[in-house]
């Protein structure tokens, strides 16, 4: 099984529907992570958590909400989809200090008409 | 300026070429450097993680940082149709999450 899950792995939806993406883990860190990634623009991070109690905004955090259901589970949510976040979202998860390495999921891939 | 440059490519080269893949940054405080890899329909996964200056050699591959030119390159021995992957640079100062380059999309040719 893998150690970094996402669910769904491709998702096509319409302007204006919420939309939830889904990470669990079982590496037993406590940092996790979103991105998303643009063809041009490699990633770019939306939102990443220390642990349940704390949340933190990334470069493009608008548009998005998180929460940080328990140590191991980590969403994300578009509150009224637009096509501009059409992309290929991706869950990371770390230990320790911020530089650490960071392991990362197979990714999301979101349509969005 | 971006804090890190990386050549998008693509690059094309032929099975068992040395292949150098490069990043520049601005940031003098990064001190902690990795090179990922991606596969097509798959998350990065970590090939190398190196601290401050100096080279680390794994198998083929070898990173490289030269903290003073702000540059850090990653060398592929032997290169293999299998190494077909976009390369991506990543790099982390402590107090800020990582910061990772554009990636560079490297083909290689049997």
């Known amino acids: 099984d893998a150690d970094v899950t996402q669910t769904p792995r491709n998702r096509i939806t319409k302007t204006g529907k919420r939309i939830m993406l889904e990470c669990s883990q079982t590496k037993g860190h406590d940092r996790m992570y979103w991105y998303r990634q643009d063809p041009g623009l490699g990633l770019r991070l939306i939102y990443y958590s220390f642990d349940v109690k704390d949340i933190n905004k990334g470069e493009i955090s608008d548009g998005y909400s998180v929460s940080r259901q328990a140590q191991a589970k980590f969403s994300l949510s578009l509150e009224s989809a637009i096509p501009n976040q059409t992309a290929l979202y991706f869950c990371a998860t770390s230990e320790g200090q911020l530089y650490q390495p960071q392991h990362f999921g197979d990714g999301t891939r979101l349509s969005i008409l | 300026q971006k804090e890190v440059e990386q050549d998008p490519g693509p690059l094309s080269v032929p099975e068992g070429a040395i292949v150098s893949l490069n990043c520049t940054y601005s940031?003098?405080?990064?001190?902690?450097f990795m090179w990922y890899r991606q596969y097509s329909r798959k998350g990065p996964e970590l090939l190398m993680y190196?601290?401050?200056?100096g080279n680390k050699e794994d198998g083929r591959f070898t990173a490289q940082v030269d903290k003073s030119s702000k540059y850090i390159s990653l060398f592929i021995r032997d290169s293999q149709p299998s190494d077909s992957a976009t390369y991506l640079c990543?790099?982390?100062?402590?107090?800020?999450?990582?910061?990772f380059g554009k990636g560079t999309r490297l083909s290689v040719i049997a």
């Open positions: 940031n003098s405080a990064f001190q902690y």
């Open positions: 990543a790099m982390g100062s402590g107090n800020t999450p990582l910061v």
């Open positions: 190196t601290y401050s200056s």
